[in-house]
């Protein structure tokens, strides 16, 4: 057998890269349909969509949890992950920005996925939105003003900033959203009649201050963010007065509300039934125990034709 030169040797790789993107690609057309919707009228998305706060170790829950995710999620594995959602039907991921993340839309598009991108404000691009026309031409379908700036904006009385985000995507003829956790800040904009494509919609208010939690649990607080157990009813009940299409996210409470299939069915079943026909619901995912992504597809099936 001839030597492998350093040519021949780059050549093998790329083919046998180039072969798994084929049997990757062949996987996701053949995997089960997911439900779609037309979202915004617009753009035509999976109606699970997967997260990013798995993916970069932000469990919301605590820090040793946080920390399991961070030593999974290697840049290769972050990179797998929403290759492995698109070949089990899902169409579209929602991600933040930082670099890491911009990374991972590098890896899956050099990998051949047609994945739909949402994009959540974060990081260097919460402080400068001069960045935004740059970031629109990596072909976002939306891009929303991060939920917990928004909520803190929202107390302070400085909701000017979040609308100079909202116009400045809009000039760049992307969708533009504003996530929040808090239904008040819905209401709120939808009474000044802002330009608004879509929002970002927490079923939980895990922004809510200590001094919030207190007033409205008698005296004192849980330790870390709010989950109540009433918090999806609240939002959703917003949601579904408002027209414009919504992205409703921590259906599970960042896992509280799951464990047994029955309960993570039982979460989904309650969002996708309390959200509007045309909105369209955001999971993270964490497939080290078990295979989460297969499952909340299923899950999502049965929903859809039960």
Avoid at 94 to 99: G, T
Avoid at 243 to 257: D, Y
Avoid at 276 to 305: L, W, Y
Wanted: glycine content about 8%; aromatic content about 8%; hydrophobic content about 40%.
């Amino acid at each position: 057998m001839p030597e492998m030169t350093k040519d021949t040797r780059r050549g093998f790789l790329q083919a046998a890269a180039a072969g798994t993107v084929a049997v990757n690609m062949a996987s996701a057309a053949a995997a089960p349909a997911l439900p779609k919707v037309m979202f915004g009228g617009k753009h035509e998305i999976s109606r699970l969509i997967i997260g990013t706060n798995p993916l970069m170790g932000y469990s919301h829950f605590n820090g040793v949890l946080d920390q399991c995710m961070r030593e999974f999620y290697t840049p290769e594995q972050r990179i797998k992950t929403v290759l492995d959602a698109e070949q089990a039907g899902i169409t579209t991921w929602q991600l933040h920005y930082h670099k890491d993340t911009i990374a991972i839309l590098e890896g899956i598009r050099a990998r051949g996925s047609k994945m739909k991108v949402f994009l959540l404000s974060d990081f260097e691009l919460q402080k400068d939105f001069t960045m935004i026309p740059a970031l629109a031409k990596l072909g976002f379908l939306g891009m929303a003003h991060h939920g917990n700036r928004t909520d803190e904006a929202f107390r302070q009385g400085k909701m000017d900033t979040v609308l100079d985000f909202v116009k400045r995507v809009r000039d760049t003829g992307a969708m533009a959203g504003v996530s929040t956790h808090n239904p008040e800040v819905v209401e709120w904009i939808e009474s000044k009649g802002w330009p608004t494509d879509y929002y970002m919609t927490c079923l939980y208010r895990v922004s809510r201050t200590p001094e919030e939690a207190r007033a409205l649990l008698g005296g004192e607080r849980p330790l870390g963010e709010t989950f109540l157990e009433k918090d999806p009813v609240r939002m959703t009940n917003v949601i579904k007065k408002i027209s414009k299409p919504c992205l409703a996210f921590k259906l599970l409470g960042a896992g509280r509300a799951g464990g047994s299939r029955d309960n993570i069915e039982a979460a989904f079943r309650f969002a996708y039934q309390n959200i509007k026909p045309g909105d369209a619901a955001i999971v993270g995912m964490f497939p080290k125990f078990k295979d989460e992504i297969t499952e909340n597809c299923s899950i999502v099936r049965q929903i859809h034709s039960s």
